[in-house]
Structure formats: structure tokens, C-alpha cells
């Protein structure tokens, strides 16, 4: 009986570090990431954080804030029309990333461009210590364009 106690305890202890290693792991995506725009080349800075169990990632400054009037830049190309009068420097740009560690990369969510008013599915994984691979793609991975956000902190 103590044997199978022993196991049993044994068996507990492998499976929460285990756990655990794999939420770190998950987490690594947490942070502030420089992103150049792909057709604008303007810089701007993202905040990916944690919701629940999955990650979303949300503009929290631009380059250029304020259109040529000097009035806060809108997302204008939303396709929810109520979020069209949202600022574009808080324009929440990622949903529904879930780690996979199997594969060692963040999958399953969206990504919204506020260029062109679409939302697509979309991937990351890391290239280096600070450099995430964000794709956007329609349908399968193949069929889709990378971005590189560098990690600040």
C-alpha cells in the first residue's frame, strides 16, 4: 500500500512540473514587441497578455497617433461598425492564440489588419530569443505573409 501511495505521489509530481514547464513555456510569449508595419512601414508597439487560456496582443502606441488634422487616428476599416470610432493606437489586433507545445508555436486565434479591414487566422513562434513570426494566412499556413515583431521586454 505505501508503494502505490509512493506511485501515486511520484506520478502527481511529474505531471505539475510538467504542467508547469509547459505554461512557462507558453507564457515566453508574454511582453512588448516593436512591429513595422509589412505596406506602411510605420512603427508601432504591441502588448501581447494573457486572457484566460489564450493570448491576445493590442496596439499600445504608433509612430504617427494623430491624423493630418491633428485628430486621434480612427479604425476606420473595422468591419464591426461600432468599433470603427475605437483609436487605432488601442486596436486589439490578435484573439484566440492557444500554445501548442507539441509544436512549439502559438496557433488557433486571428489576426485583424487594420490596413485593409480583414481578419485572418494566424500563427507565431519564435526565430530567436527576441524575434516572433507572426503569419496571417487564409485557410492553411502556406498561404500567407510573416511579420517579424522584436521583442522590447
Known amino acids: 500500500m505505501n508503494r502505490f501511495i509512493t506511485m501515486l505521489l511520484l506520478a502527481t509530481a511529474v505531471c505539475t512540473t510538467t504542467g508547469s514547464v509547459s505554461a512557462q513555456e507558453a507564457d515566453r510569449i508574454l511582453g512588448i514587441y516593436k512591429v513595422e508595419g509589412e505596406t506602411t512601414h510605420e512603427l508601432s508597439k504591441v502588448r501581447i497578455y494573457k486572457t484566460g487560456d489564450t493570448y491576445e496582443a493590442r496596439i499600445i502606441w504608433l509612430e504617427h497617433p494623430n491624423d493630418e488634422a491633428g485628430n486621434p487616428r480612427l479604425d476606420l476599416l473595422n468591419p464591426d461598425p461600432a468599433l470603427r470610432s475605437g483609436r487605432a493606437d488601442a486596436i486589439v489586433l490578435v484573439r484566440g492564440l492557444r500554445y501548442d507545445a507539441k509544436k512549439e508555436r502559438w496557433t488557433g486565434g486571428t489576426i485583424y489588419n487594420p490596413v485593409d479591414g480583414k481578419v485572418y487566422d494566424v500563427q507565431a ?9 507572426v503569419r496571417g494566412y487564409i485557410g492553411k499556413p502556406m498561404f500567407g505573409r510573416d511579420l517579424v515583431w522584436e521583442k522590447l521586454e
Open 125 to 133: 513562434e519564435f526565430d530567436g530569443p527576441q524575434e516572433l513570426r
